[in-house]
């Protein structure tokens, strides 16, 4: 009987074509992987040492690298005479960032879609005036962040503040034996610093400081910072407009073949059984993994589009392995206990807690999921403490908390 209604249905023309339907979109693919420009971009941007004057550090103003703004007096190099003889410490240090560099080709904006940044610290080796070395192997890098943004038609100094942060950084650098020379750099690995899910504006800057307190041992076990670099890795506007518009021509091509699928099987003299509700189920979230909401990021600034692809593409592998785990079932066990989802209770539980799983591994990963969870802790803190003085209020106010 489950044959029969297979070859009844495989008998139309449109359901080949629907199952054929992936093979075409991965020609496609294929044709745009030979045919789109270069998914990603890289730049190296050398970080400008821009000099704080101020009587105490002015975190709330701008350091500009570049342009007619005189917000920068720079360092070239800390073995400047004018570090000495102008007595400038380490906390009056602001290492400035203009993203995209002045060298590289505009290619930024909404369109570019997301942005990765690392640091790369160049540490010499060196030895103190107490004649020990400064060593930076295995040690913790303690940053104040601060990034801005404007767009291309505001004005060179209009910086607005997008997000201000304390950062640590474990440092990974190494020197081999025979290297270590006044003249040589360690190597130190790239360290990770942020990353933009939506790159909605034009130009960004970040202001980076790197204090040190003898008092809190901060920063104290680094060596001697020569210069630091950023390595931005961007994804390209042209890669972007042809993925986009690959996504979109997949959308409205698949949206009708699922929605022609579904209503075939609605026709047929009996209900749509477990494989077919499974095979329905991924096909919606295969339509909604495609359907090209990034569009909505050339006008909408959406800093949660990492987040949300993430989830789209865990429903997506959650219901893809679900289905394999139902058509491998169906086809093996017995005729008595085939088509029921109770059968699968145990699989799909090890693929629900699979997925949750890396979902808060991911929302971790993120902070978001930290964040949550400190909030919510305030609330019930805040509940509890109304619940304390709750009897020494007035009657009205008691009744207005309850």
């Not at 995209?100 to 990765?116: R, Y």
Request: aromatic content about 14%; charged content about 20%; glycine content about 4%.
């Amino acid at each position: 009987m489950l044959q029969a209604n297979y070859n009844a249905l495989l008998n139309f023309t449109p359901l080949s074509v629907f199952f054929s339907f992936p093979f075409f979109l991965y020609e496609l693919k294929v044709f745009s992987y030979f045919s789109a420009p270069a998914p990603s971009h890289v730049q190296t941007i050398l970080g400008t040492k821009c000099i704080d004057r101020g009587r105490h550090a002015h975190k709330k103003q701008w350091f500009i690298p570049r342009g007619e703004s005189e917000s920068c007096q720079s360092l070239s190099t800390f073995d400047d005479p004018k570090v000495m003889t102008e007595q400038i410490s380490p906390n009056q240090i602001v290492f400035t960032f203009w993203i995209p560099g002045p060298k590289e080709p505009f290619d930024q904006g909404p369109v570019t879609n997301k942005i990765i940044i690392t640091i790369n610290a160049r540490f010499p080796y060196w030895h103190g005036l107490d004649g020990l070395t400064r060593t930076v192997e295995n040690a913790t890098l303690e940053m104040e962040v601060k990034l801005g943004y404007r767009d291309l038609h505001e004005a060179p100094t209009d910086w607005k503040l997008l997000a201000e942060s304390v950062e640590t950084r474990k440092l990974d650098c190494t020197i081999d034996e025979e290297q270590k020379k006044a003249q040589n750099h360690y190597k130190c690995n790239l360290v990770p610093f942020f990353e933009l899910g939506s790159c909605h504006y034009d130009y960004y800057l970040v202001n980076l400081r790197i204090p040190v307190h003898e008092h809190k041992i901060t920063n104290t076990g680094i060596g001697k910072l020569q210069d630091i670099w950023v390595v931005a890795i961007s994804q390209t506007g042209g890669f972007t407009e042809v993925w986009l518009s690959l996504k979109t021509v997949m959308f409205f091509l698949l949206l009708p073949c699922l929605i022609w699928f579904w209503r075939r099987i609605l026709m047929l003299d009996r209900g749509p059984n477990l494989l077919e509700r499974t095979l329905f189920s991924l096909g919606i979230a295969l339509t909604v993994l495609n359907s090209p909401i990034e569009w909505m990021t050339l006008w909408i600034n959406m800093p949660f589009m990492l987040l949300l692809s993430d989830i789209r593409q865990g429903v997506f592998y959650a219901i893809l392995l679900s289905f394999w785990l139902i058509f491998v079932g169906e086809h093996m066990i017995d005729q008595m206990d085939r088509n029921r989802i109770s059968t699968y209770t145990k699989h799909l539980a090890a693929v629900g807690f699979g997925c949750i799983m890396l979902f808060v591994f991911e929302m971790c990963e993120r902070l978001y999921f930290v964040f949550l969870c400190y909030m919510i802790f305030k609330v019930f803190k805040t509940i509890s403490l109304k619940k304390t003085v709750l009897p020494h209020m007035s009657s009205s106010r008691r009744k207005y908390y309850q």
